[in-house]
């Protein structure tokens, strides 16, 4: 395992990925913290009520306390801030841990049916059983990875082939998605709650679930920092990865389990988010290469700007109008990811 960081040589696409060393990537850091602090004091400062820079600095600094900007600040927009952050740190992690697991840096973590698990289960629950809609984010995580382990086990052969992964992904994700429609067409006069956790949406979210998800965010985060050496080796290909003594296998289904285990925990709080887990990974990987040693900080802190940006955007660009921040996203994202696909020119792996 010693040598792999000596053999690793990661391929230019399109002359536009490059390898940085600590001290370039630390300065991409800087940058995006700078970017992200702004990002925050612009997100407490706006919205339906503006406030002033100093007042807002005044109340986080404890300065001003019991007053109506101490209750907005502190309990209305900082607990969305901060859960904006955390979630946009784990959806960009998971991608681009998924993406290490399917060569491939343009894959998603719902190929791996966390998406479409969740997305059936709170269906199921918030039109079948609506007296249980409180729980609707302990069967959103259970069904999200009980949708990956159902995929993981047909796609196994031998071993997880990525290709046999997606194609069965594609599979279970459209018999998911219809099941979904079918409750959907049945229960049409009641679909306020699913359509809000279907288009992800942080409105109303408090620093409750903040203290729910910190957890699982700082477990699996945590986690995906373990599996940067099994991310560098995936890249090689399985047959240099087995002449090297790497379990190929093993590695796969462990980044794959914190892959999902991020995206569940995200999904299970404020719904589908897409986009984030694709592109942000792609866009580390142009700021500071593929080495996933300085590759996944960078997706963890960009991830956290783009879902703060976004939902920052959602819910002020139309005055007394908030706009679900999975939305935003699709609009952001899927624009960038035709022009990235249209710029590398296909999927092939990395």
């Known amino acids: 395992m010693s040598s792999i960081a000596q053999r690793l040589r990661f391929r230019k696409t399109g002359g536009e990925e490059k390898n940085v060393g600590l001290l370039q990537a630390s300065a991409v850091w800087v940058v995006l913290l700078i970017i992200l602090g702004v990002m925050v004091i612009t ?28 209750v907005i600040v502190f309990d209305l927009r900082l607990p969305r801030v901060v859960l904006a952050m955390l979630l946009g740190s784990a959806l960009a992690t998971a991608g681009g841990l998924l993406q290490a697991v399917m060569r491939n840096p343009l894959a998603d973590p719902g190929i791996i049916g966390v998406s479409a698990g969740a997305a059936t289960a709170a269906t199921s629950i918030l039109l079948m059983f609506p007296a249980l809609a409180l729980s609707v984010p302990v069967f959103a ?61 942080l409105t109303g979210r408090s620093w409750v679930h903040v203290q729910t998800v910190v957890i699982y965010c700082v477990i699996g985060l945590g986690a995906s920092l373990f599996c940067i050496k099994s991310a560098n080796a995936l890249q090689l290909g399985d047959e240099m990865c087995k002449n090297l003594g790497v379990r190929v296998n093993l590695n796969r289904i462990i980044l794959s389990a914190v892959s999902a285990f991020l995206t569940a925990a995200t999904v299970s709080v404020v719904g589908l988010i897409g986009f984030v887990g694709l592109v942000v990974p792609r866009v580390a990987r142009m700021l500071v290469g593929s080495d996933y040693k300085v590759m996944l900080p960078t997706s963890m802190l960009l991830g956290a700007v783009v879902l703060l940006f976004a939902d920052t955007l959602g819910r002020t660009i139309i005055p007394g109008m908030e706009i679900p921040v999975g939305i935003v996203m699709g609009v952001i994202g899927g624009p960038l990811f035709l022009y990235m696909l249209r710029k590398r020119g296909n999927f092939s792996g990395t």
Do not use: C
């Open 43 to 70: 997100a407490i400062s706006i919205g339906s009520v503006r406030y002033p820079f100093m007042d807002v600095m005044r109340t986080l600094l404890g300065m001003e306390r019991g007053n109506t900007i101490h």
């Open 141 to 201: 995580f259970g069904g999200a990875i009980l949708a990956t382990l159902l995929i993981f086990s047909m796609a196994w052969k031998g071993g997880v082939d990525p290709v046999r992964l997606i194609l069965t992904g594609v599979a279970v994700n459209g018999v998911l998605g219809s099941f979904t429609g079918l409750l959907q067409l049945i229960h049409s006069n009641d679909l306020s709650a699913v359509l809000a956790f279907m288009n992800g949406n």
